[in-house]
């Protein structure tokens, strides 16, 4: 089946790391994606790694892989005030194009101070 | 240039209207896909053009439709409007020729909020 979990909230001190959790069904999708949505917008990529990785950074995202419990983690060093938004985990499906992605239900990042 | 465009940025309709949506790719791209965002039911995939084909769907009734031009621009089309249209419909587009993230970034405008009274 096609699903994907997420927590919907989380709240770090700014200049904390943040961690996003996500859990996903479908063992066999080939990529896995982080996207992000600030207020008034579409979604922007922010990360994605392939199914056989088991990490993979990008300056202060650090992309965790546990494909035998099927949980993704988004990891964000330093939290800025400008991180806020909501983070969607998203797969794509075996056989589907990169275009048709299933996606979690988000989880909201609150920065404070 | 340009981003992906989205028009109108708002539209309110009635229950039993139907409405069209625009969205304008980047220039190059001839892949476009259309997602409904909810608060209830997140980011659903609705379907995807090609070169004026669709090429993949989602579970959505036949009362959503849509289509591609020669320009890949792309429209969508929703009949008898009901209450729980309301949503963000969001369009992506991408090259579409490849299934390798690294050469199909996809990139999103910032959708037409649809509300249905």
């Known amino acids: 089946g096609e699903d994907v979990e997420q927590s919907l909230f989380l709240s770090v001190r700014e200049g904390d790391s943040s961690v996003i959790n996500c859990t996903y069904t479908?063992?066999?999708?080939?990529?896995l994606y982080w996207y992000k949505q600030e207020p008034g917008a579409g979604l922007q990529l922010l990360t994605y790694?392939?199914?056989?990785?088991d990490m993979k950074q990008d300056q202060r995202l650090t992309v965790l892989l546990n494909k035998k419990d099927k949980h993704l983690s988004l990891r964000i060093a330093d939290t800025q005030t400008g991180d806020s938004a909501i983070y969607f985990c998203?797969?794509?499906?075996?056989?589907?194009?990169?275009?048709?992605?299933?996606f979690g239900s988000g989880t909201r990042l609150s920065i404070r101070p | 240039k340009a981003g992906v465009t989205q028009t109108p940025r708002y539209l309110i309709k009635t229950r039993g209207q139907q409405v069209t949506l625009s969205c304008s790719p980047i220039?190059?791209?001839?892949?476009v896909s259309w997602y409904q965002q909810t608060p209830g039911q997140g980011l659903q995939f609705l379907f995807e053009?090609?070169?004026?084909?669709?090429?993949n769907k989602g579970n959505f009734p036949g009362r959503f439709s849509g289509r591609q031009f020669s320009n890949s621009r792309s429209e969508m089309n929703v009949s008898t409007l009901e209450l729980g249209d309301s949503a963000l419909y969001l369009c992506?587009?991408?090259?579409?020729?490849?299934?390798?993230?690294?050469?199909?970034?996809?990139?999103f405008g910032s959708g037409t909020q649809l509300s249905v009274l």
């Open positions: 992506a587009s991408s090259f579409g020729l490849t299934g390798n993230p690294t050469n199909e970034k996809l990139f």
């Open positions: 479908d063992s066999s999708s080939t990529y």
């Open positions: 790694i392939f199914s056989n990785m």
């Open positions: 998203a797969e794509t499906p075996p056989g589907s194009s990169a275009s048709k992605i299933i």
């Open positions: 220039s190059g791209h001839r892949s």
């Open positions: 053009y090609f070169s004026e084909t669709q090429r």
